[in-house]
């Protein structure tokens, strides 16, 4: 049996969760009153640097995709604790969900939910189906090729960007066709790694009539020498009804727990499976 690509995977992950959000949180946003217009997802303030001598966007990819294959099959399992949490511009959290995701190597993810608050309409409706589509689509039950790879992007690299501690390249993706597994925006990639940090951008295509606007951000963190999601921010616009954010923080990590230290070496986020959400 083939071996899924756990950095391609991580991924694809960041492209169909934010999808899945957008889709979940119009069902919310149209449940609620109209905002006003003036937030916006958070931006990097650190300055964009010309880029060192000897890069080019071609490049950029073969080393994100050759390190891709050389991380494919470090990671044996992870758990983390994740927050979601639906907001509005107010900062009111309308509601919550915390749970425990664990991975084993190599499609198998479960979530126990450990504690959940706010409207019981908006978790059912919005949060568990978000929950259940990104453990679908990792588990491969719906096939969507959004990696981010040559086939699906071209890069137009923009130069340097410090992302907290981490030193990037910093590229417009623009998606080769309109596909709202797809997204354009700027990616930021590791330097040193070649590793996914940061992702900012709207999908490809227009996802329905009542969306007027959906923004996200995905931004990665070195966990154990291992790049693993930090927090997901997407920001909604629905027609008539005005925006509205959900959010997932991603903490308190223990990774490959069930291996030994040697066998523990750097990779992003794989695709995962859960038998516990319904």
């Not at 996802?207 to 963190?221: E, G, K, N, T």
């Amino acid at each position: 049996m083939e071996r899924k690509d756990p950095a391609t995977s991580h991924n694809k992950g960041a492209l169909l969760f934010a999808v899945a959000a957008i889709l979940a949180i119009t069902i919310f946003a149209a449940d609620t009153k109209a905002q006003s217009d003036g937030d916006e997802l958070p931006q990097l303030d650190a300055v964009v640097e010309p880029l060192r001598p000897g890069v080019n966007e071609s490049q950029v990819l073969a080393e994100l995709a050759a390190h891709n294959e050389k991380r494919k099959s470090a990671l044996h399992d992870y758990s983390v604790l994740r927050t979601y949490q639906v907001i509005d511009l107010k900062g009111k959290v309308h509601a919550e969900k915390i749970g425990r995701m664990e991975f084993l190597s190599p499609d198998k993810k479960t979530f126990t939910v450990t504690s959940e608050s706010g409207s019981g309409l908006v978790r059912n409706m919005a949060l568990n189906p978000l929950i259940k589509s990104e453990i679908e689509a990792a588990a491969g039950k719906e096939h969507h090729d959004s990696a981010i790879s040559a086939d699906n992007y071209s890069l137009n690299l923009l130069g340097e960007q410090q992302v907290g501690s981490y030193r990037c390249f910093v590229a417009e993706a623009v998606p080769r066709r309109k596909d709202k597994y797809l997204f354009e925006g700027k990616l930021w990639i590791d330097v040193d790694d070649y590793s996914v940090v940061r992702i900012e951008g709207h999908p490809a295509k227009k996802l329905s009539f009542w969306i007027q606007r959906a923004d996200f951000v995905r931004q990665y963190q070195k966990t154990d020498g291992f790049w693993l999601p930090q927090k997901d921010q997407t920001l909604v616009q629905v027609r008539l009804y005005g925006k509205k954010v959900l959010t997932i923080e991603h903490r308190d990590y223990a990774v490959n727990a069930g291996q030994s230290k040697e066998a523990r070496a750097i990779v992003p986020e794989t695709t995962i499976t859960s038998t516990s959400l319904h």
